[in-house]
Every structure is written in structure tokens, then in C-alpha cells.
């Protein structure tokens, strides 16, 4: 009888880790390939992530609100002086590596994309050794090398390369670097206790939104000001439809953070990590399959190169977490219990992960 019980315990967290990966799959691969769609027919990207990062607040807030409603316990909120001197750094990185990646879709194929982002890794290893997150190491010279040389290989003589394009994601790559190591500073601070995604996603839009929307205002906002599509509609059943389409890629935005946290949570982050790289394997084929784009055998063995190098860092911080002891201290008053209406009650061995969870929520994300 035992035997038996284990063994449905066991195909129901395999069913349930699969489930999760899939819901992870369809949010993350979704949005890539919503922001190209679109692309093509809107073109105002700073927009359309300021309209994404509005949704993004209102269903943080309205989460926020059912979780207090059902606990009865109020959630964190930052006094100003913590709000602009910690979050605003994290908050102003954070909306410029969206921004300039969902700029780079007017210009460059998925694929292109995908490969190119996936250099962020790199720029992660480099800010990290610069504020001592951590040592320096020969095998991490040796990532960065691989993911580096898989880069140039993927973008040499690619027949489909735009340098305008190429810059821009290699850009938000570059600060999405400084963003995961300002992210891992800010949760490290236990008495702010952003450790909850649904607190971080609440404090963080609106300084992206502020610190975006300059940027907007130069590029984008005379050419939206004049165009028949926003503000000189003539239709406004177009114009509720494109407001419509653009609501919809806030959900994706919402539900692909929401779903890195949920999968991670039930899981552990070696777990979303893996599921990263058959991601991005799988994004490349749908993006040569459905929207032809064209991948040569070297651009092929340099995305392999790269992911290469991706696994070598993966298994080196599983290793480095196997091989540390020691209680592990406490990260402040909030925790993922508060996520109740959407986590069913954890088992007792499940601590570990769901702490995990809340550390590397943000170092994925959109």
C-alpha cells in the first residue's frame, strides 16, 4: 500500500512539474512572439511596454488586495526614502532592458533575439564579479568564454542580421546584467521584504513607467501623437482593438513573471533554469518553422556553444548550493504563503524550495 501511494505521489509531481512547465512555456514563448506579431504592425514598442507595465501594476495591486482581504494582514509598503533610493536603481534597469529588447523586435527576427538575449548570462557573471556576488573562478572564465564565442558565431555572416537591432537587444542584455545584480542586492535586504513577487512587481512598475516614459516621450510620442491608430483615430472599433490587443500582451507579461514563481515554488530553480534552455531550443525551431527564419549550421553550433555555456554555470551554482550547510537565515516577515489562493498548501519537506522560489522569481522574468 505504501509502495503504491508513493507511486502516485511521484506521477503527480511529475504530472504537476510538467503542467507548470507548459503554463511557463506558453506565457514566455508567447510574449516573444506576440511582441514580433505586433511589431509589425504597430510600431511604437515604448508604448506599448508602458501599457504592459500599467496592467502589470493594476493585477499586482489587485492581487495584493485579495491576499490582505483573505489573511487579514497588511502588506509591505516602502517608506519614499527606501522606495527612490533601493527600488529606483533596480526599477530604472529593469525598464530599459524591457524596453530596448521589445524595441529590438522592429528590427530583428525571434531568433536572432532569442540567441542574442541569452547573452545576458554573461553580462550577469561580470556585474557580479564586479560587486563580489561572485569569485572569480576559472570555470567561470571558462562560461563566459562559451557563451561569448557562441555569440560570434551565431550573429557571423547571419543572413538575416541587422546591426540596429543587434545593438538594441545586445543593449537591454548588457542592462539586463546590472538589473539581475541590483535585483539579488535588493532582495538580499530582508527588512524590505520585497521577497514576494507580487510585492516586487507592485513596487517596481511604476518607476519603470517613470523612468521609461522619457524615453518614449523623445522617440515615440509625436509620431503616436500624429498617428491614426491612438490619438487621431478615426474608428474606434479599431482603436478598442489594438487597446484590447495591447491588454492582452500586459496578461502575458503579468503571467509569464507569475508563472516562473509558480513553477519554481512547487519545483526548484534548477528546474525553471533547464526549462529555460529547451525554451529557448524551442523558440529557435518555431521561429525557423513559422516565420522562416533563416539559421545556418554555424549559427546553429554557435546557439549550441552558447547553451553550452548556459549549462556549465547551471550545474556550477547547483553544485556550489549542494556544498553549503548551515541554516539558512531568515529573509524577513513575508513568504510565499501569502500566494494561498494560488498555491495549494505545501508539504512539510517543501520550505527549501518555496524559499528559492522567492530569491530567483526575479532573475528571470521577462
Known amino acids: 500500500m505504501g509502495r503504491w501511494t508513493f507511486g502516485l505521489t511521484f506521477i503527480w509531481k ?3 512539474t510538467l503542467g507548470l512547465v507548459l503554463l511557463y512555456y506558453c506565457f514566455s514563448i508567447g510574449i516573444t512572439f506576440y511582441n514580433k506579431w505586433l511589431m509589425k504592425s504597430f510600431h511604437f514598442p515604448l508604448f506599448m511596454t508602458l501599457l504592459h507595465l500599467v496592467v502589470i501594476f493594476l493585477f499586482s495591486a489587485l492581487s495584493r ?6 489573511h487579514q494582514r497588511p502588506r509591505v509598503v516602502l517608506s519614499w526614502a527606501d522606495y527612490l533610493q533601493r527600488v529606483a536603481p533596480t526599477a530604472l534597469a529593469t525598464a530599459l532592458d524591457v524596453g530596448l529588447s521589445n524595441w529590438s523586435f522592429l528590427y530583428i527576427t525571434v531568433s536572432l533575439y532569442t540567441m542574442t538575449k541569452s547573452s545576458a548570462v554573461l553580462f550577469i557573471l561580470i556585474f557580479s564579479l564586479i560587486f563580489k556576488l561572485e569569485e572569480l573562478r576559472a570555470a567561470l572564465v571558462l562560461v563566459v568564454l562559451l557563451i561569448a564565442g557562441g555569440l560570434f558565431m551565431f550573429t557571423y ?37 520585497l521577497q514576494n513577487p507580487i510585492d516586487t512587481m507592485y513596487h517596481l512598475q511604476p518607476l519603470m513607467f517613470l523612468g521609461l516614459f522619457p524615453l518614449f516621450a523623445v522617440f515615440e510620442g509625436l509620431h503616436l501623437s500624429t498617428s491614426e ?8 472599433g479599431l482603436l478598442l482593438g489594438i487597446l484590447g490587443t495591447l491588454f492582452f500582451g500586459g496578461i502575458l507579461a503579468f503571467g509569464l513573471g507569475f508563472s516562473e514563481f509558480l513553477l519554481v515554488s512547487r519545483t526548484s530553480s534548477l528546474t525553471l533554469s533547464i526549462a529555460g534552455i529547451f525554451k529557448e531550443v524551442c523558440t529557435l525551431l518555431l521561429a525557423a518553422h513559422l516565420l522562416g527564419d533563416q539559421i545556418s549550421l554555424l549559427n546553429w553550433l554557435g546557439f549550441a ?8 554555470h547551471i550545474t556550477l551554482k547547483a553544485l556550489n548550493s ?10 524577513g516577515p513575508v513568504s510565499s504563503s501569502d500566494l494561498e489562493l494560488l498555491l495549494r498548501n505545501r508539504e512539510p519537506g517543501d520550505e527549501e524550495d518555496e524559499d528559492e522560489g522567492e530569491k530567483y522569481f526575479v532573475a528571470q522574468g521577462q
Open 14 to 16: 511529475v504530472v504537476l
Open 65 to 70: 488586495a485579495l491576499a490582505q482581504c483573505c
Open 157 to 193: 555572416k547571419s543572413t538575416q542580421f541587422n546591426g540596429e537591432g543587434f545593438a538594441l537587444v545586445l543593449g537591454a542584455s548588457f542592462i539586463g546584467g546590472i538589473r539581475w545584480t541590483l535585483t539579488q542586492i535588493l532582495l538580499q535586504k530582508a527588512e524590505l521584504g
Open 229 to 236: 491608430k491612438i490619438f487621431r483615430f478615426q474608428d474606434p
Open 305 to 312: 556553444l552558447c547553451l553550452s555555456g548556459i549549462s556549465l
Open 322 to 331: 549542494k556544498g553549503e550547510s548551515g541554516p539558512k537565515p531568515h529573509k
